[in-house]
T-cell receptor
Framework: DGGITQSPKYLFRKEGQNVTLSCEQNLNHDAMYWYRQDPGQGLRLIYYSQIVNDFQKGDIAEGYSVSREKKESFPLTVTSAQKNPTAFYLC????????????FGSGTRLTVV | SQQGEEDPQALSIQEGENATMNCSYKTSINNLQWYRQNSGRGLVHLILIRSNEREKHSGRLRVTLDTSKKSSSLLITASRAADTASYFCATLEYGNKLVFGAGTILRVKS
């Protein structure tokens, strides 16, 4: 079955550490996205990529970094510069240029300990 | 930036009743989409309505769009306990980016 896989489901980070969240899709979608969701709130866009080896900052990119070396993969690194990283992180993908719906992964819950 | 704003923030109804959620947005759109999120899970795409459409149906879902008022509504008919979830509207911006509202929490009591 096609879909998006996010791992791990839960992640704990110590102060000052970088952590990387994985996102893999087998839908052959060109575009991929990272969103952050805080409790009781909507989704805010961190980074997005429309094509391999290219990505753009979203609304809240500070303290995060991404790479898009393969079409299937769009990992997100939460750096030590992100002062309030505790949140639910969602990865999504879509077909570029069609303006259709996104397919979401099941999310990674990151907690700073 | 948050484009869509849902109303109400929370809604509690009895099983079998209809649930209506509203969404307002600020700028011109290509399309508007509705998603459902069960607690602690990812979002699931429910329905998409294009800017030149006024109403769309999918099973028990009915979506309307009024571009003059920059608003949309999602109606769930004959609600079930399994419909309990958060519902988000999202508008498509330039660059194929979806911008989400804060969501409506729906609780259906059995």
């Amino acid at each position: 079955d096609g879909g998006i896989t996010q791992s791990p489901k839960y992640l704990f980070r110590k102060e000052g550490q970088n952590v990387t969240l994985s996102c893999e899709q087998n839908l052959n979608h060109d575009a991929m996205y990272w969103y952050r969701q805080d409790p009781g709130q909507g989704l805010r866009l961190i980074y997005y990529s429309q094509i391999v080896n290219d990505f753009q900052k979203g609304d809240i990119a500070e303290g995060y970094s991404v790479s898009r070396e393969k079409k299937e993969s769009f990992p997100l690194t939460v750096t030590s510069a992100q002062k309030n990283p505790t949140a639910f992180y969602l990865c999504a993908s879509s077909i570029t240029g069609q303006g259709g719906g996104y397919t979401f992964g099941s999310g990674t819950r990151l907690t700073v300990v | 930036s948050q484009q869509g704003e849902e109303d109400p923030q929370a809604l509690s109804i009895q099983e079998g009743e209809n649930a209506t959620m509203n969404c307002s947005y600020k700028t011109s759109i290509n399309n508007l989409q509705w998603y459902r999120q069960n607690s602690g899970r990812g979002l699931v795409h429910l329905i998409l309505i294009r800017s030149n459409e006024r109403e769309k149906h999918s099973g028990r879902l009915r979506v309307t769009l009024d571009t003059s008022k920059k608003s949309s509504s999602l109606l769930i008919t004959a609600s079930r306990a399994a419909d309990t979830a958060s519902y988000f509207c999202a508008t498509l911006e330039y660059g194929n980016k979806l911008v989400f509202g804060a969501g409506t929490i729906l609780r259906v009591k059995s």
